[in-house]
T-cell receptor, first 113, second 112 residues
């Protein structure tokens, strides 16, 4: 596609439920990143996928968070047993493996009530 | 542990005047610095960058200055325009690291 597409744009969920956030990167971009922005905070790195290499999961805050990238394209971020502190805007970005080329999606605003 | 800090959460400037946004970092391994701009309900978009081998990079109305000894960079917007009203994020990466560390952002409001 022309840009990075994320869905849903907004998600309200009850504490304890699981959620899935989707990212469709720019076609041909081999690198895919997930970040999140909590209220009043900067963007926090979560996970990085590059081609067929093992992902860098070093930013995932707990084992309730997981992500996969199927066929080197679409990625899904899953949060199990959501907590109120998970409320944030989750941003996906893709690039041609250079920091200059980060293109962000519009994000998913997750609210856990 | 916030490695990139933007200590001014907001800035208001009159149209036509200069906007100066500041950013400080703590990690001496950072060698590449970027500014991103974000409008509401949109993702951040890349604005301008600078490598640690330079102390200034200019692109039209936007200039980024880097002071490595002070671990400080700034973004100058001259002249400021109403369309510049947005949140500006400072970001940095270390050598051979694809991860960006972001500041908390500065909200710029340009008054007509």
């Amino acid at each position: 596609g022309a840009g990075v597409s994320q869905s849903p744009s907004n998600k309200v969920t009850e504490k304890g439920k699981d959620v899935e956030l989707r990212c469709d990167p720019i076609s041909g971009h081999t690198a895919l990143y997930w970040y999140r922005q909590s209220l009043g905070q900067g963007l926090e790195f979560l996970i990085y996928f590059q081609g067929n290499s093992a992902p860098d999961k070093s930013g995932l805050p707990s084992d309730r968070f997981s992500a996969e990238r199927t066929g080197g394209s679409v990625s899904t971020l899953t949060i199990q047993r959501t907590q109120q502190e998970d409320s944030a805007v989750y941003l996906c970005a893709s690039s041609l493996a250079s920091t200059d080329g980060y293109t962000f999606g519009s994000g998913t605003r997750l609210t856990v009530v | 542990d916030q490695q990139v800090k933007q200590n001014s959460p907001s800035l208001s400037v009159q149209e036509g005047r200069i906007s100066i946004l500041n950013c400080d970092y703590t990690n001496s391994m950072f060698d590449y610095f970027l500014w991103y701009k974000k409008y509401p309900a949109e993702g951040p978009t890349f604005l301008i960058s600078i490598s640690s081998i330079k102390d200034k990079n200019e692109d039209g109305r936007f200039t980024v200055f880097l002071n490595k000894s002070a671990k400080h960079l700034s973004l100058h917007i001259v002249p400021s325009q109403p369309g510049d009203s947005a949140v500006y994020f400072c970001a940095a990466s270390a050598i051979d690291d694809y991860k960006l560390s972001f500041g908390a952002g500065t909200t710029v409001t340009v008054r007509a």
